[in-house]
């Protein structure tokens, strides 16, 4: 089956306890994705990667590490997690060429106390 | 840059009436314009999209969106909810010269149908 698949689904964490969320896309797609959705605000992008070890910032990268060194993963490293990055982050993949739109992971729902 | 306004962050109705959520985008080059809907916990699905061609679009569910260039637009319809129509619908844009990996959402309708 066709799918972005991100881990864990829930965590709660520490603030400044490292932390790692991992994305995986089993379709071969160029682009890969990290948006953040908070009530009120929408989704809006942390960091997009257009292929293998091509990064770049989003919207909202501060506090966001990420890296593509294999074409289907694209983690996202929360180094110092604080109490703002408490949110519902969502993994995404595309193709390049075809503008088919995003296919979402199931998300993950973060807590830093 | 693009941008994305929804008009209405809440829409009730009740089931079997039309709905129409609102889109509106803001963009200096041709824009892909898309929507995409979110079930209660769930993740994102994609519902519709206009990339060229026709300006209206429509869904394997019976909702349908009009693409209008001059009044920057696409609103989503649909002649007759149903009780399993409920869920938060998002508005996006991104554009073809390049742009496709940004993707940018508007805030998101929440739809309620009601019986």
């Known amino acids: 089956e066709a799918q972005v698949t991100q881990n864990p689904r829930y965590l709660i964490t520490v603030t400044g306890k490292k932390l790692t969320v991992t994305c995986s896309q089993n379709?071969?797609?160029?682009?890969m994705s990290w948006y953040r959705q908070d009530p009120g605000l929408g989704l809006r992008q942390i960091y997009y990667?257009?292929?293998?070890?091509?990064?770049d910032k989003g919207d909202v990268p501060e506090g966001y590490k990420v890296s593509r060194k294999e074409k289907r993963n694209f983690p996202l490293i929360l180094e110092s997690p604080s109490p703002n990055q408490t949110s519902l982050y969502f993994c995404?993949?595309?193709?390049?060429?075809?503008?088919?739109?995003?296919?979402f992971g199931s998300g993950t729902r973060l807590t830093v106390v | 840059a693009q941008s994305v306004t929804q008009l209405d962050s809440q829409v009730p109705v009740f089931e079997e009436a039309p709905v129409e959520l609102r889109c509106n985008y803001s963009s200096s080059v041709s824009v892909y314009l898309f929507w995409y809907v979110q079930y209660p916990n769930q993740g994102l699905q994609l519902l519709l999209k206009?990339?060229?061609?026709?300006?209206l679009v429509e869904s394997i569910n019976g909702f349908e969106a009009e693409f209008n260039k001059s009044q920057t637009s696409f609103h989503l319809r649909k002649p007759s909810v149903h009780i399993s129509d409920t869920a938060e619908y998002f508005c996006?844009?991104?554009?073809?010269?390049?742009?496709?990996?940004?993707?940018?959402f508007g805030k998101g309708t929440k739809l309620t149908v009601n019986p």
């Open positions: 996006a844009v991104s554009t073809p010269q390049g742009g496709s990996e940004k993707l940018v």
């Open positions: 990667s257009m292929n293998v070890e091509v990064t």
């Open positions: 995404a993949s595309s193709f390049a060429q075809t503008p088919y739109g995003y296919t």
């Open positions: 379709m071969n797609h160029e682009y």
């Open positions: 206009y990339l060229s061609g026709s300006t």
